[in-house]
């Protein structure tokens, strides 16, 4: 089998991925090792303007079932109360906020999409066997008989990619020695389609609106206190009604948590020969901001925007080197402003807190400041 290109990884990246290589007439062979297993996870995604504008370019943006579209975005520091609010809000700032969509309604539509695509094979339930990474291309060996060549393949294979591993490639890591608890929740009293975020001590608790009265949460814990029992699985709604002064009513679990450890990283090189790589597998943040997809829907827009450019012959081997230069360096600074937050939020003294307090308080008056921090966001954290 031949084709252009050759992505392994049917996630979110992935996909996407094929179906904006396919409207630049590429012809793409995707390898995914279990579909039914990666779609079985379904994670809560807040979606910047960037995102959405991409989704609707490759016409899958009005096919998501359930977007959220969120009116305001309410950030908290220790506890719930309006002095130490910075409020971020469409109708006042005249800006976007952003979306919350599930992942189960962004892969179904983007697996109908890819269905109908007489670019794209999608090949499930396949291993690779061996990689041949030449001046000439790739050739890859799967399920031990079949041998695929193409000129690149796109490594969309997550955080844990193999094809990394394979090649000795290192990621440069952040540990926030913090664990990430992700559960929904039902709540009473409605959430008015804004989401929250309060940052603790023990680290920042987002509140996603998922409709009315349900929110998605992202409990981080720092290690040290990941002991505490209002962390416990029967005691975290209480915990939450606590830190929200009540605000939501009664609160009910409605799934177990999920639990993932914290870690940021970089991978040190994005592209080796004719192999690249895309989203998690080249970048991981804390999901503090929300922004892992978003900032690999960035890697797609720029691997495209190249694809298209006619600088290059598509066979010239560095034909993709500005992407592996330009997304790591705005991936790497993505990575150091999302720790930088954290670190900061954290900070366990009085000095600090008082910094922070004064500091908040002084941007919630400044329109101008609010809403060149959501077009920030929007542009998915670049400074390009
Ligand atoms: C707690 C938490 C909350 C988050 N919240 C947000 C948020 O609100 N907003 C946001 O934008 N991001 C968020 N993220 C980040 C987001 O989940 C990731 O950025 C996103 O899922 C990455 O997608 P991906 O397609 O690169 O990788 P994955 O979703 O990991 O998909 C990888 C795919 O590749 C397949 N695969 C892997 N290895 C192989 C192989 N060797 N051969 C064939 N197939 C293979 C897998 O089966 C899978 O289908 C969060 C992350 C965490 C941990």
């Given at each position: 089998m031949?084709?252009?290109?050759?992505?392994?990884?049917?996630?979110?990246?992935?996909?996407?991925?094929?179906?904006?290589?396919?409207?630049?007439?590429?012809?793409?062979?995707?390898?995914?090792?279990?579909?039914?297993?990666?779609?079985?996870?379904?994670?809560?995604?807040?979606?910047?303007?960037?995102?959405?504008?991409?989704?609707?370019?490759?016409?899958?943006?009005?096919?998501?079932?359930?977007?959220?579209?969120?009116?305001?975005?309410?950030?908290?520091?220790?506890?719930?109360?309006?002095?130490?609010?910075?409020?971020?809000?469409?109708?006042?700032?005249?800006?976007?906020?952003?979306?919350?969509?599930?992942?189960?309604?962004?892969?179904?539509?983007?697996?109908?999409?890819?269905?109908?695509?007489?670019?794209?094979?999608?090949?499930?339930?396949?291993?690779?066997?061996?990689?041949?990474?030449?001046?000439?291309?790739?050739?890859?060996?799967?399920?031990?008989?079949?041998?695929?060549?193409?000129?690149y393949?796109?490594?969309?294979?997550?955080?844990?990619?193999?094809?990394?591993?394979?090649?000795?490639?290192?990621?440069?890591?952040?540990?926030?020695?913090?664990?990430?608890?992700?559960?929904?929740?039902?709540?009473?009293?409605?959430?008015?389609?804004?989401?929250?975020?309060?940052?603790?001590?023990?680290?920042?608790?987002?509140?996603?609106?998922?409709?009315?009265?349900?929110?998605?949460?992202?409990?981080s814990?720092?290690?040290?206190?990941?002991?505490?029992?209002?962390?416990?699985?029967?005691?975290?709604?209480?915990?939450?009604?606590?830190?929200?002064?009540?605000?939501?009513?009664?609160?009910?679990?409605i799934?177990?948590?999920?639990?993932?450890?914290?870690?940021g990283?970089?991978?040190?090189?994005?592209?080796?020969?004719?192999?690249l790589?895309?989203?998690?597998?080249?970048?991981?943040?804390?999901?503090?901001?929300?922004?892992?997809?978003?900032?690999?829907?960035?890697?797609?827009?720029?691997?495209?925007?190249?694809?298209?450019?006619?600088?290059?012959?598509?066979?010239?081997?560095?034909?993709?080197?500005?992407?592996?230069?330009?997304?790591k360096?705005?991936?790497?600074?993505?990575?150091?402003?999302?720790?930088?937050?954290?670190?900061?939020?954290?900070?366990?003294?009085?000095?600090?807190?008082?910094?922070?307090?004064?500091?908040?308080?002084?941007?919630?008056?400044?329109?101008?400041?609010?809403?060149?921090?959501?077009?920030?966001?929007?542009?998915?954290?670049?400074?390009?």
């Amino acid at each position: 089998m031949k084709a252009d290109v050759i992505i392994v990884g049917a996630g979110i990246i992935g996909m996407s991925l094929a179906l904006s290589l396919s409207k630049s007439n590429k012809k793409i062979i995707i390898i995914e090792k279990n579909l039914l297993n990666s779609l079985k996870i379904n994670r809560v995604y807040s979606i910047s303007e960037k995102t959405k504008s991409f989704y609707k370019e490759i016409n899958i943006w009005d096919n998501i079932d359930e977007v959220n579209n969120l009116e305001s975005m309410n950030i908290y520091y220790r506890n719930f109360n309006p002095k130490n609010l910075l409020s971020f809000s469409e109708k006042i700032n005249k800006v976007k906020i952003g979306y919350i969509a599930q992942s189960k309604n962004i892969s179904n539509s983007l697996l109908e999409k890819i269905k109908t695509d007489k670019n794209i094979s999608l090949l499930d339930n396949y291993k690779i066997n061996d990689i041949e990474n030449t001046s000439e291309g790739i050739k890859i060996n799967i399920n031990d008989c079949e041998c695929i060549e193409a000129r690149y393949l796109f490594s969309c294979e997550g955080s844990k990619s193999s094809i990394k591993r394979k090649l000795l490639e290192k990621n440069i890591y952040d540990d926030y020695n913090s664990k990430a608890l992700v559960f929904n929740i039902k709540h009473s009293i409605e959430n008015n389609n804004i989401a929250y975020q309060i940052f603790l001590k023990t680290g920042p608790v987002a509140f996603l609106p998922i409709s009315k009265n349900y929110f998605s949460m992202v409990v981080s814990i720092k290690n040290k206190y990941s002991e505490k029992k209002i962390f416990k699985e029967e005691n975290i709604a209480d915990f939450i009604k606590d830190i929200t002064n009540n605000k939501f009513g009664n609160i009910k679990l409605i799934n177990k948590p999920i639990s993932f450890n914290l870690k940021g990283f970089d991978s040190e090189n994005y592209k080796v020969g004719n192999i690249l790589f895309v989203g998690d597998s080249a970048h991981s943040v804390h999901p503090l901001a929300g922004m892992g997809l978003n900032l690999g829907i960035s890697d797609i827009i720029e691997i495209v925007n190249i694809t298209n450019s006619n600088s290059l012959s598509f066979n010239n081997k560095n034909f993709y080197s500005k992407y592996a230069r330009k997304q790591k360096i705005i991936n790497k600074q993505a990575r150091r402003q999302l720790k930088f937050i954290e670190k900061i939020y954290s900070m366990d003294n009085k000095l600090a807190e008082s910094i922070i307090k004064n500091t908040m308080s002084a941007i919630q008056k400044s329109g101008f400041v609010k809403k060149k921090i959501i077009e920030h966001a929007n542009n998915n954290l670049s400074f390009f």
